[in-house]
């Protein structure tokens, strides 16, 4: 797991923030104008958040989204169906709620 990027998103959450991938690219040296590097940043989250899902935490990569339609990539919503926490037709519904539970979470936490 890249911990440089988990402790960034820590931070984020705790302060009820969001962040965006283009935001978080460079602490991986990723540019996101590369279709590597965003199948990277992609792989990156995704392991933290099956992460913070094994250890009974929500999905931290709600607080990363696209900065043109405001919500996480397509790979958020495969993971959390492939998880079993998606169980909802609407992603902009669902995606909401994970941030708020994220939110919720990390405001409470220090680990």
Do not use: C
């Amino acid at each position: 797991m890249h911990q440089q990027i988990y402790d960034k998103l820590k931070a984020i959450a705790r302060a009820g923030d969001i962040t965006t991938y283009s935001d978080i690219a460079p602490l991986a040296n990723l540019d996101m104008s590369k279709q590597e590097d965003q199948n990277r940043i992609a792989q990156i989250l995704g392991e933290i958040s099956t992460f913070e899902h094994q250890n009974g935490r929500p999905m931290l990569s709600a607080a990363v989204i696209h900065k043109e339609d405001n919500i996480p990539g397509p790979g958020f919503f495969a993971l959390a169906k492939e998880l079993g926490i998606y169980n909802q037709k609407n992603d902009v519904l669902f995606f909401v709620n994970e941030l708020k539970r994220v939110h919720d979470y990390w405001k409470h936490h220090q680990n």
